[in-house]
């Protein structure tokens, strides 16, 4: 007894210790994980292990390199990279979302609805208060957004970051989405008489896909795909240049009469339906193109050598890729043989959906630590600097590229290679999306800017023209329900499914719109009595 009762201060000294020292690491966000102090030459003192979860595929020895150890060795960082991909994008970040399992730093396809939710439940982590004068860069970038405003808005702080499209290179207004543009077999277009434009119609690429299969000038035989488009592929350049709003972006609109519209239930979807079921007919398109994923049906372009016709988008470093690969895949010179062009529907009209400045979404895990998420947003604030966009887009000056006598930047790779040769899977770039620096790029061919620019201003003009660009609609857009959800459909595979049916298209359609209805009808309701 008497022995316990001198042990006893001697314990109760001990625990009230080990009580505080608990104490002090529960205050901390998610647990004590290093600091981040710098040394007398600004490094960071503690290394710290950050998860991320993002698009890029990631293979063995791609991190191994000098452009990885650059921002490893600068941030003091290891990563635990997670490849998500693109066709399990929603559902795998849903379900680490739900059940607590999100990396420190994913990248998300923002979905409103789900953003409100998410946010309300504690699943998003809560950005400090002074977070723009902390990271000013990621700040200047985030408030080009729009919907950074709009969310902080209706939730009272900052749970996410809207990743920008353009910064300080915007090519054109309004800005219209890159999509819409395609690319043809230029030698093939010459040897069938083919004219070359910056425009077509629908109707005047199926022609055009009709002329090769006929005469086939690259001797390609059976393996010959004269319209190479997957099923979101032929959406996007069959359909959405007759019908703006039957894609999936904007079905819901609201028209001259003041009431809202379903687009797929628009005349102008049946139009585009019946080109595509047409050209499916007539053996234009795979008669597997449904089931392609991803780069399927532009792979027949580019590495086989065997299509006519792609879907290719309207960035410069689209085409710059399309070189590349060109060059590996098929050993020819892409100018020799690629032209680039945008769609028109058959009325003459440019259609397309006017672009809100943002895409994804970067989101943290709301258990991050301080220390976690202030090593990220000190690399992601950096990485919208000047001097982080050239390392990102560049890569390291001296090496990869310099200034000429005119201080203007000049590319030192070597010609047909692109940076993601030398440096694969360059995710670090987390925030800024490529688009604004492919405008200036000049490790990307000065032909395919300026390409990639006058296109983009045609979209603007004739658009314009033509009063013919659905507008974003950030009310409309940023609303949602219930009956919004039960109104959302799968409408690539939808109009897939249409004109592969048989019997008379016109009568498939107008009995797909009746069965849908029973959904849709409610949403329509609704926004006619909000808005």
């Known amino acids: ?54 698009l890029t595929e990631i ?24 490849y998500i991909d693109w066709d399990s994008w929603g559902e795998k970040l849903r379900l680490w ?34 977070w723009k004068e902390r990271w000013p860069n990621v700040a200047a970038a985030y408030n080009l957004t729009g919907l950074g405003d709009k969310l902080e808005e209706l939730t009272g702080g900052t749970y996410l970051l809207p990743r920008p499209i353009y910064y300080e290179n915007k090519p054109a207004d309004p800005l219209t989405n890159q999509i819409g543009v395609i690319a043809l077999r230029k030698d093939w277009a010459e040897a069938v008489g083919f004219e070359l434009k910056d425009a077509y119609t629908t109707s005047e690429l199926n022609e055009y ?40 972006d904007s079905p819901f609109f609201k028209g001259e009469d003041g009431q809202f519209h379903w687009g797929p239930a628009e005349p102008e979807t049946l139009t585009g339906l019946k080109l595509m079921q047409k050209a499916y007919k007539d053996g234009l398109l795979n008669p597997e193109f449904y089931t392609w994923k991803n780069n399927e049906g532009q792979n027949n372009f580019k590495v086989t050598g065997t299509a006519a016709v792609t879907s290719l988008g309207g960035l410069a470093s689209y085409r710059q890729g399309l070189d590349s690969d060109i060059r590996k895949n098929l050993g020819v010179d892409s100018d020799e043989m690629v032209h680039t062009a945008i769609v028109l529907g058959d009325d003459g009209k440019y259609r397309n959906l006017e672009q809100a400045n943002f895409w994804s979404a970067l989101i943290f895990n709301p258990e991050i630590s301080d220390e976690k998420f202030e090593r990220i947003m000190d690399l992601i604030d950096y990485s919208a600097t000047k001097e982080g966009q050239l390392l990102i887009n560049m890569g390291f000056e001296g090496t990869d590229w310099k200034y000429d006598e005119n201080n203007e930047l000049v590319s030192l790779l070597p010609e047909g290679t692109v940076l993601e040769d030398k440096y694969p899977a360059r995710f670090e770039g987390l925030y800024l999306l490529g688009d604004d620096f492919s405008v200036v790029n000049p490790a990307i061919k000065k032909d395919y800017r300026d390409r990639a620019v006058k296109l983009f201003e045609e979209k603007a003009k004739l658009g314009t023209e033509g009063q013919s660009l659905a507008t974003y609609d950030w009310d409309v857009n940023l609303y949602d329900s219930k009956a919004k959800s039960q109104a959302s459909f799968d409408y690539q595979n939808e109009y897939a499914n249409l004109i592969l049916k048989s019997g008379d298209l016109e009568a498939n359609w107008k009995e797909w719109v009746n069965s849908k209805m029973s959904l849709v009808q409610p949403y329509l309701d609704e926004l006619n009595d909000k808005f």
Not at 15 to 37: F, H, R
Not at 223 to 247: E, F, G, Q, R, W
């Open 59 to 82: 293979k063995n020895g791609n991190l191994d390199n000098d452009f990885h150890k650059f921002w490893t060795d600068k941030f003091n960082v290891t990563w635990d990279y997670n």
């Open 1 to 54: 007894m008497n022995m316990n009762k001198k042990l006893s201060v001697k314990s109760i000294f001990a625990i009230t210790l080990c009580l505080l020292m608990l104490v002090v690491t529960a205050c901390s966000n998610g647990g004590s994980e290093g600091s981040n102090e710098k040394d007398a030459d600004g490094n960071y003192k503690d290394n710290l292990t950050i998860s991320v979860a993002n």
């Open 97 to 130: 979302i739900n059940s607590g399992d999100l990396p420190d730093v994913s990248v998300w396809n923002y979905v409103h609805g789900d953003a409100l939710n998410n946010i309300d439940q504690g699943l998003f982590y809560k950005f400090p208060d002074d």
């Open 209 to 248: 896909a009709a002329l090769v299969k006929e005469k086939d000038p690259g001797k390609v035989g059976n393996k010959l795909v004269p319209l190479s488009y997957n099923a979101a592929d032929a959406m996007t350049n069959i359909i959405m240049p007759n019908s703006v709003h039957a894609i999936t």
